[in-house]
């Protein structure tokens, strides 16, 4: 079963896309030079932290081919919809009013593999920013494909000199030091400023003892932090409740815990609010209208609207 993207129109043409988000005071990408290091867990982290300080959020799910950012948030099950004034693709709005947008919600099932060539590929992530309403947001972060080849790339050329940072996920160990730094050029190569590195699986505390473990090694990410002339914004541990939070998407509930984990990860945000806090602080005009709706999965003449009040 084929899944369109592009609903309306044509997409925009790449170096325009920047003026899609111009309503969004502060654009991150997180970056991973390989898979499996968390980088989608990082991004959740960061848009939950920064909507409990009472921020308007947005998460760009770019992962198109291994979206998990709607499981984490607990917004698997929802729909995207289209504006039918402005032809604009309506964001699923999950907790703490988080504006979210993944390819997950266009998919039949949670095992419905997408088969696209880098062409299509780069055709939805440029949907995805130009035909989206956002509306007025103080932070977006944008989940990227790991890897440094034609997605992710997509992405940063599309929106040069809109991004105001990257944060570069990695673990502790040497194999993905080498491709961290190359993450690290990457962003450097676009012209897009290195907010700081993020040590995911850093450590485990054994609950029983207390005592605390470097299993993959150690200080890994503030080596390579300093090694690049870069910020580390932190570690965030190994953490059994943070992983049962998140497979059952009750992010938030956690991050609200008083917990070693959570402070951890809510100490990463404090260190992006503090860097970008310029940004933050400026003055936007929101437009909030409330859209009539019609479902991304339902041919023409199935469309469901929502009822007057």
């Known amino acids: 079963m084929s899944v369109k ?11 325009s896309l920047a003026h899609a988000l111009k309503d969004v005071k502060l654009k991150l990408v997180t970056i991973s030079g390989k898979g499996g290091v968390g980088k989608s867990l990082v991004t959740a982290s960061i848009a939950v932290g920064f909507a409990m300080r009472g921020y308007k959020v947005g998460i760009l799910d770019g992962d198109v081919y291994g979206p998990t950012i709607p499981k984490m948030l607990g917004v698997s099950d929802s729909t995207l919809y289209v504006d039918q004034k402005t032809g604009k693709i309506i964001p699923v709005v999950g907790p703490l009013g988080i504006k979210v947008v993944s390819i997950e919600f266009a998919l039949p099932s949670d095992d419905t593999a997408v088969i696209w060539r880098a062409p299509l590929v780069n055709q939805a992530l440029r949907d995805f920013i130009a035909q989206v309403e956002w509306g007025s947001l103080d932070v977006l972060v944008v989940d990227l494909p790991p890897g440094t080849g034609d997605a992710p790339l997509t992405i940063a050329q599309s929106l040069q000199g809109g991004l105001d940072g990257s944060v570069i996920v990695t673990i502790p160990t040497e194999i993905s030091r080498r491709i961290v730094l190359k993450s690290i050029d990457f962003s450097r190569k676009l012209n897009i400023r290195v907010a700081g590195v993020v040590e995911n699986m850093c450590c485990f505390k054994c609950p029983d003892n207390g005592k605390v473990y470097y299993i993959f090694g150690r200080d890994a990410g503030k080596k390579i932090a300093e090694a690049a002339g870069v910020p580390f914004l932190g570690g ?30 809510l100490s990463i945000v404090n260190a992006l609010e503090e860097m970008y806090k310029d940004k933050l602080s400026q003055q936007t005009q929101p437009k909030e209208e409330k859209p009539k709706r019609i479902s991304l999965l339902k041919l023409p003449g199935e469309e469901e609207e929502e009822g007057e009040n």
């Not at 993207?5 to 170096?15: C, E, K, L, S």
């Not at 992983?243 to 509930?253: A, C, I, M, Y």
């Open 5 to 15: 993207v592009n609903v309306r129109g044509q997409a925009a043409a790449p170096g």
């Open 236 to 265: 965030i541990p190994i953490d059994p409740q943070f992983s049962q939070h998140l497979d059952t998407g009750r992010l938030h509930e956690f991050l609200a815990k008083d917990s070693e984990t959570a402070k951890a990860v």
